[in-house]
């Protein structure tokens, strides 16, 4: 425990240059389809826009991705950490169930901040822990979309300081 804690304190060191990555995992490019009142009817291609032209309004730059395959989104996290500034991450149910996602953050040197749209804290007993939390700068859930352009802020604020 004290390693994942003095490992996501380390990734407020010196900021990198380059893009802010936004990751999301498992069945969100089914947003605004998949149960819209957990979810809402807003879909992922309306949250990209929006965490764009925030993004744009910091002065900053996003990768904004999706994929449904746990490995794919393990090699993206090493990428933001070799490319990036920073990463916003949705895992989705990876959060939950992936050790790997938990060892691939944790070896990243940039600022992470994990999000989900639903309050997982109020959802099923399974939800409620997320491997990914203890490897993060924080933690945005339950606020719904706007969840993304919160953890964006919180990353930007982050990253001046750095």
Request: proline share 4%.
């Amino acid at each position: 425990m004290a390693t994942s804690a003095k490992t996501a304190s380390a990734k407020t060191g010196p900021a990198k240059v380059g893009p802010i990555y936004v990751l999301n995992g498992p069945n969100l490019n089914l947003l605004g389809k998949r149960e819209p009142h957990i979810y809402g009817t807003e879909g992922l291609a309306g949250i990209e826009k929006r965490v764009k032209e925030r993004a744009k309004a910091l002065g900053h730059k996003i990768e904004f991705r999706q994929t449904n395959s746990e490995g794919e989104l393990i090699t993206w996290i090493q990428e933001a950490g070799a490319k990036g500034a920073g990463l916003i991450i949705n895992p989705a149910a990876y959060s939950h169930t992936s050790i790997g996602l938990h060892d691939a953050i944790a070896a990243i040197d940039v600022p992470v901040v994990e999000v989900h749209i639903s309050n997982i804290h109020k959802r099923e007993a399974f939800r409620h822990h997320s491997y990914v939390s203890s490897v993060a700068l924080g933690v945005i859930c339950g606020l719904g979309p706007i969840g993304y352009e919160l953890a964006l802020e919180a990353l930007a604020e982050a990253l001046k300081k750095a």
